[in-house]
């Protein structure tokens, strides 16, 4: 129930009462939550825990989603979901991040790219990680092709009134 590749970062699931549409498939926001989990797992994993989030005052945001959906999962059903870097900004500030969920089968059954952001809580303005997020960043399993974003353009300064 893994991807083809040992290369990458894989979290296993079962799709729970709360997942599950009016069409008795697992939600499109599941999707979402379950790549969100993933992510965050990772992070955890390799020393960046939610309280270092809080700590450091800084935390992704996604900009945008793209889901792409192969086939169903049904209540219960096992699945597990991949991590994968394939985009990333020179200035470590924009990444892009792919999940692909596999049923028990080994099959594809979607597939979801998060653009984001680090955002600094204080300043409510995006920034580059600390060194610790972005080294933790350095070790999340990498596409064969990571794209290179646009690096994040500061906010023209704002005017002022007096």
């Not at 924009?94 to 790219?113: H, I, M, P, Q």
Request: with cysteine; net charge negative; aromatic share 10%.
């Amino acid at each position: 129930m893994t991807p083809e590749s040992g290369s990458h970062y894989v979290q296993t699931y079962r799709v729970g009462w709360g997942e599950i549409d009016g069409n008795g498939h697992m939600a499109n926001t599941a999707y979402l939550d379950r790549a969100a989990d993933t992510r965050f797992r990772f992070f955890a994993e390799h020393g960046f825990p939610a309280e270092r989030f809080g700590a450091e005052r800084i935390g992704p945001v996604i900009v945008r989603d793209e889901v792409t959906y192969r086939k169903e999962l049904r209540l219960m059903d096992a699945f597990s979901v991949d991590l994968r870097l394939t985009g990333l900004s020179p200035d470590r500030v924009r990444f892009e991040l792919t999940n692909c969920f596999y049923n028990s089968s080994g099959d594809l059954v979607a597939v979801v790219k998060s653009e984001g952001v680090w955002f600094d809580l204080t300043t409510r303005r995006p920034r580059p990680p600390p060194h610790d997020l972005s080294s933790v960043q350095n070790d999340i399993p990498r596409a064969e092709e990571v794209r290179e974003l646009r690096p994040h353009r500061a906010s023209a300064p704002r005017a002022t009134t007096e």
